[in-house]
């Protein structure tokens, strides 16, 4: 089956011009994505993951390596070509009310994308603004009103809104319920799931919180200073993580059952600066279980699941 979304390689640094350095925001990412699919991107805040998805769409441009999108090279393409590619790829972003125009009401917001890319006449694009709020659960009277009229979950909406209004096959969901309330944040992951079967949406959904990622993702990648240091299905990856990264941050998730044992893992020192990132394995400063060979190499990924259900790790210990 060819690949939704595939990855090779990809490397994007930034210079940052007051330290003279550069940011290393991605290093060397390959992965891929099948459609249908949900992959859930994961690490502490300045891993690289928001500059990995909209790399992704190619909202930025990498240093190095290959996007391909529906098997085709998304870097290749200009022009109509690439504006044809992106009604097929959308972003949710986490901040609904920074990412909506204040001055538009909500049936101009929805509709804009569909008058960017010549969609309809004013009839189709009125029926089609009443029907995406009716897929993302807001009444028909919210088309006339403006964003500060609503609550974030009821914005958050709204941006889910327009994100499938072009009918995208991939939406990348940067941090989309962190800015709420616990309570509001796993109606808006229900939506998103309902959306998905409608649709036959594929997500790639960024967050630094390990439940929200495991309710929602059919596989993990989880990211540490700009690498990809293991992937498997949600299910492998949480029932036996096999980076030490990855096993801190999973012993750090709150467990609703007191009486169950369990080992906490806590990290020393905090996220390394990315413009000075570490030779070698880039967790060995806060890595329990580093060895001398640690902080020279940067170790391989080796396959610790089965071929059909591959879980890739990082990590010198395999
Ligand atoms: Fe720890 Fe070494 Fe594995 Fe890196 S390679 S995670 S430092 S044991």
């Known amino acids: 089956m060819t690949q939704l979304l595939e990855l090779q390689d990809v ?6 011009k007051a330290t003279g350095r550069v940011v290393h925001a991605v290093n060397g990412v390959s992965l891929s994505m099948r459609p249908g699919e949900t992959l859930g991107i994961v690490g502490e805040s300045g891993c690289g993951k928001s500059t990995l998805g909209r790399l992704a769409l190619r909202l930025i441009e990498p240093d190095r390596g290959e996007v391909r999108f529906g098997g ?16 097929e790829m959308q972003i949710v972003f986490q901040d609904p009310y920074a990412s909506l125009d204040p001055r538009q009401s ?26 995406l709020l009716q897929q993302v659960g807001l009444p028909e009277d919210a088309a006339r009103r ?21 009918e995208p096959k991939l939406i990348v969901a940067d941090e989309p ?48 200073l700009g690498h990809i240091v293991e992937t ?4 492998d990856l949480y029932a036996a993580p ?7 941050l999973i012993s750090a998730i709150p467990d ?44 391989p990924a080796k396959n610790v699941g089965t071929e059909e259900r591959p879980h890739l790790v990082r990590c010198h210990m395999y």
């Open 242 to 248: 096999a980076h030490p990264y990855t096993q801190a």
């Open 146 to 166: 403006y964003p500060h009229e609503f609550s974030g979950g009821q914005r958050q909406r709204i941006g889910i809104a327009r994100a499938i209004a072009l």
């Open 256 to 299: 609703p059952d007191p009486d169950r044992p369990r080992q906490r893992v806590v990290l020393g020192g905090d996220v390394p600066n990315p413009e000075q990132p570490p030779t070698g394995c880039p967790f060995h400063p806060r890595c329990p279980k580093a060895q001398p060979i640690c902080s020279v190499e940067m170790p």
């Open 177 to 224: 319920v962190s800015a709420l309330d616990v309570s509001i944040q796993s109606q808006i992951l229900n939506l998103l799931v309902d959306l998905k079967r409608a649709l036959g949406l594929s997500y790639i959904f960024i967050s630094h919180d390990l439940a929200v990622v495991e309710y929602i993702s059919d596989r993990v990648a989880v990211m540490y």
């Open 11 to 16: 490397v994007k640094h930034f210079p940052v």
């Open 106 to 131: 909500v049936a101009d917001i929805l509709a804009e994308p569909l008058k960017i890319h010549g969609l309809g006449n004013g009839k189709a694009r009125r029926e089609r603004v009443a029907k």
């Open 232 to 235: 498997g299905t949600a299910a």
């Open 72 to 87: 085709e090279n998304l870097l290749a393409l200009s022009g109509r070509a690439l504006r044809a590619r992106r009604r």
